[in-house]
């Protein structure tokens, strides 16, 4: 059985290629070379799958290709819509293509631009708000644009003219020291510049003999008094006095005459005094030189005051006055500052320099304001000019006494001035306010908030969270950083001051209205009413004495104006001053509850000056909504009693708000705004009652 298997696996193995047998028969097999014919077979099989994979592979290319270009002549025989036409479907409406340069209006067809050949560019979908002067920025985008906003506020903003000056003499302060006569110098005290002097010090010694002969006439003179000639008493004493005038025209002082006289003898040398005290600035003569009258020997000059003079152009100079403060900096005293104010502003423009010339007085009690030095100096004035006679609120100047002559001069009390010997006046005859009621306030923005370009000037403000709204606004001038806003904002509105050239980029690309192209915005801006104002339901604080009569003043006031808009007539000129009254008086009382108020009314009471019904309407409006947040927050004694708050939707601007007397009927309603062409047109909205604190009702609301 063994055998049998041991015959079974010879014969297998025999029968297998890789056997003992083949290796034996063929011992070099594993080294040795492919016949002839076997390498040939195997390049034809290697060529063959080469050709066929090129094959496969070019014709799936030409499958992709006849596939995008059916796809392509299915889209532009409309057969399938285009992902661009879906997203247009999708939208508010059809897709519209915007000029990055904005040269035409939007196109509903891609292309290029007519004007300038660039591209134009798909309008951003969702990014606008529906109106078409505002857009809509989420939170993350809001972060990652760096938006950031501002509140525009009431302020006072000054403006601030730089300039540069030259120190000089005070001309009121310094004197020329000249001969009254002939003769010689014999000796100079003051025998260099820079000596200090005192009123009354000998400066010089003068040899005249014209001097002698006039003192013996008067010694002489005086002989002929004392002896007492009958006839000739009057001709001697009417000689004596003009040989005394004389002397005094030849420079001898009254106590050198009387000496002269006690004396009884005449001399040939005469000293001359030194009329004020100072310093001597030039020195003009020599000792031993002579002198001719007339001729100037010494000049002094009081350096207790200096001039700084000034050249400013024209329109800054306008801004300027008398007692204007004015802050100054010498290059040989960097660091220190030191002030002055204004004491004369010339007439006249320099015809060479088209310059107006200002004249600063500043104190220089120790002397270390030097003349011919120059300074830098700074002149402070309101940013937006006050209407001409109107004062200027000035703290250190207000309920002061100041010189006419010399506004350094300032005193609690009236008195006359030490320099010029005038009488004192009142700083408020001089243009100064007595109290802050005249410290004008003015909107103001940051000035990264305003885009200019040319003509245009917008901003954005934050309507609503994310939302912004492009707004155009009449600038006022520049400083310290804010920009004057005279019209087209509001006290309290949030301005974009960061990141607003990216929103102006999205107004352009969603085709709104942008700073390149504002005046569509008045045109898209949306005219719907924005509703009545609404009023904070707190207590009402009711203020006695002066403050008291004023508010009542005030309201009473108020509803005159309120009474002649409705019936079709100016607003009377008394009503008017009494408004304007009125809240002056409120304004000194630094009343907190109705400061941002009353600085409305302020604003806006002269423009109810005028016989135009138009413009007083327009001005009417911000009065009328002051008025009423201020019934809802303060009154008087005699203004307790509840208003007929009334509304109608039909003025330009979101409505229009305005008081009647409290208790009326609906039918009593009178539409300021409107008057006869639209005298009931409105709605009641509530009667805003004085509730006090201790109140526990509410104020009705219809």
Known sequence: MLAALRRRLSRSAASTPGSPESSQESPASDTAAPAPSETAGAGRSGGRRWVGTAVRTAAFLLGVVVLLAGLGLAQRAGWIPTAEVSAATQGDGEARYICPMMCTPPSSEPGRCPVCGMELVKSADGSGAGDGVSVMLTPAARRLAGIETAEATLEPLTRQIRTVGELSFDEGRDATIAAYVDGRLERLFADYVGVPVREGDDLAVLY??????????????????????????????????????????????????????????????????????????????????????????????????????????????????????????????????????????????????????????????????????????????????????????????????????????????????????????????????????????????????????????????????????????????????????????????????????????????????????????????????????????????????????????????????????AADEPPPADAVAALDAAADRLDAADLAAAADQIAVVERHVPELKTQDLDAARVAFKPISHAVLRLSAAVRGPDSQAEFTHFFCPMVEGGGGDWLQPGGLPRDALRNPYWGSQMLKCGKKVREVAARTAGDGANAGTN
Not at 423 to 452: C, I, M, N, Q, W
Not at 483 to 495: D, M, N, P, R, S
Request: aromatic fraction near 6%; proline fraction near 8%.
């Open 208 to 565: 005249s003999p014209d001097l002698y002969t006039a003192q013996r006439e008067y010694l002489a003179a005086r002989q002929a008094v004392a002896a007492g000639a009958n006839a000739n008493d009057q001709i001697a004493r009417e000689l004596a006095l003009a040989a005394r005038d004389k002397l005094i025209e030849l420079g001898m002082t009254a106590d050198q005459i009387e000496a002269l006289r006690e004396r009884g003898t005449a001399e040939t040398r005469l000293r001359i005094r030194s009329p004020l005290g100072g310093t001597v600035v030039e020195k003009l003569k020599t000792e031993g030189q002579y002198v001719a009258r007339g001729e100037p020997i010494l000049k002094i000059a009081d350096l207790s005051a200096v001039w700084l003079m000034l050249e400013l152009f024209p329109e800054d100079a306008a801004a300027v006055r008398f007692g204007t403060k004015v802050r100054a900096t010498l290059r040989s005293l960097p660091g220190e500052e030191f002030v002055g104010r204004v004491a004369f502003v010339d007439p006249v423009v320099d015809p060479q320099t088209r310059t107006v010339g200002v004249r600063v007085e500043m104190l220089n009690p120790d002397g270390r304001l030097r003349p011919g030095d120059f300074a830098t100096a700074v002149v402070e004035t309101p940013a937006v000019p006050p209407p001409p006679g109107e004062p200027v609120y000035d703290p250190d100047l207000a309920m002061k006494w100041v010189s006419p002559m010399h506004p350094q001069i300032v005193r609690d009390e009236p008195g006359e001035c030490p320099v010029c010997g005038m009488d004192l006046v009142p700083a408020s005859e001089l243009g100064f306010a007595e109290s802050r009621t005249a410290d004008r306030r003015v909107l103001t923005v940051p000035r990264d908030a305003v885009l200019r370009a040319g003509g245009n000037s917008v901003v954005y403000v934050e309507t609503d969270p994310g939302r912004f709204e492009i707004r155009n606004v009449e600038l006022g001038p520049t400083a310290s950083g804010r920009t004057a806003i005279l019209g087209g904002l509001e006290a309290g509105e949030k301005v974009a001051t960061g990141g607003n050239f990216l929103i102006d980029s999205q107004m352009q690309l969603a085709g709104n209205p942008s700073l390149i192209d504002p005046v569509r915005a008045n045109a898209s801006a949306p005219t719907k009413a924005e509703g009545p104002l609404t009023l904070p339901e707190e207590p009402v604080l009711i203020v006695e004495g002066e403050t008291g009569e004023a508010l009542d003043a005030l309201f009473a006031a108020y509803f005159d104006v309120q009474t002649a808009l």
